[in-house]
Each structure stands twice: as structure tokens, then as C-alpha cells.
């Protein structure tokens, strides 16, 4: 089973600022089948990211992924109020999928 | 506009079997791959099985010999059985709908996911 290690565990910015969520894995992640969703409370995650650095539907282009075999980045440039929330990544390159612990990006 | 709404009992004793369902609306459910996923109180998200209408299905190893996943094509519903449950079974439950891209590949990523339910495995 591949573990997905995210850091920094608290992301603490100003809106207007860039965020840079990492991502580390056990083993090499497949075909970089890595994913980013966002969960803010009470909801359901929603996906941003997949295959490494491909946007999902609807996702703005100020939110960018990056990245490749076990170390992949998640970027938000000039941070809005409603990016403020806890984002995971996940690899699905094997036949069972993982999460990471989750980044919680919070106001400063 | 697809909606999926998870729905089940919050309170399950230990022992006993889990049981959800996933009701899916604005699609067929034969369009898609389907899984449940689930987070337990302050830890990560983890995938627990996925199926697709034809009976294709596929379970993760940790819970395999306790669950049961299945596909009511009439109902356009999803479900999950989850047998001799404990405290570690309590968590929020959520169905997802594997992305499916223009290239016409199905990926194990979600890019729909329900509201979630919660369960309570308690006596």
C-alpha cells in the first residue's frame, strides 16, 4: 500500500498570497495518477486535480498540481476567501487508492 | 445536474451488519464506475470498494472479508454492507462516481461525491 504524506500539516496565509501544499509518497505513484480535492466543513471533498496536473471541470486556473513519481505539489496562486479549507491528495495508480492526512490552509 | 445522496441508519450496535445505500439522480447509474469511501473521526479518507453494473467490483484488501458492495440498476442505487462491525467501522460514509474524461478512460479518481452519512457503531 502506498502512504501519502502531506505537508505542512497547517498552512497559515493572507488572502492575495500563494500556497504550496506538498505531497510524498511511499512508492512511485503509477502513470502520476495523483489526484487534489478540497473539503471545507461539513462537505463532501470536492476534486481539483487529477492525473498530477490536470484540472477537473469548473477548477480556475489559479489552482495548479505538479509533480511526478513520489513528490507532487499542489499550488493556489492569490488566495481567495473560499480556498481557505483542508485539501487531500490521493493516488489511485494502484488497485487500491490512498489518501493523504489532509493540509489545512487556514486564514492568518 | 447528478446527485448522490447517501442514506442508512446512524446508530449501528457492534457485531451487527452496516448497510447503505447510495441513491443516484440526473444519470443512469450504468454510465459510471461507483465506490464507497470512508473517514473515521479525525483521520484519513479511505476507499473501500467499487463496483460497475456489469458486476465488475473490486475491494480494498483491510476490509474485503466484511463488505459487500452492489448495483441496482432499477433503483439507480448503490449499496454497502459492512458485516461484524466495531467502534473502528464508526465514520462518515460517502459514495463517489469515478472521473470518466474525454480520452473515454474511467481513472480511481472522484469527481462526484455524495454528502456523506454518518455512522455510529455503538452499543
Redesign the interface.
Known sequence: EIVLTQSPGTLSLSPGERATLSCRASQSVRNN?L?W?QQKPG?????LI??ASSR??GIPDRVSGSGSGTDFTLTISRLEPEDFAVY?C?Q?GR????????TKLDIK | QVQLQESGPGLVRPSETLSLTCTVSGDSITTYYWSWIRQPPG?????IAYAYYSGSS?Y??SLKSRVTISIDTPKNQLSLRLSSVTAADTAVY?CARH?YDSSGYY??????????TTVTVSS
Do not use: I
Not at chain 1, 462537505?43 to 476534486?47: E, Y
Not at chain 1, 488497485?95 to 489532509?102: H, P
Open positions: 495518477y489526484a480535492y462537505q463532501a471533498p470536492r476534486l487529477y492525473g477537473a471541470t487531500y490521493h489511485y488497485s487500491v487508492s490512498t489518501f493523504g492526512q489532509g | 483521520k484519513r479518507l479511505e476507499w473490486n480494498n484488501p460517502y472521473l481513472y480511481d479518481a472522484f469527481d462526484m461525491w455524495g454528502q456523506g
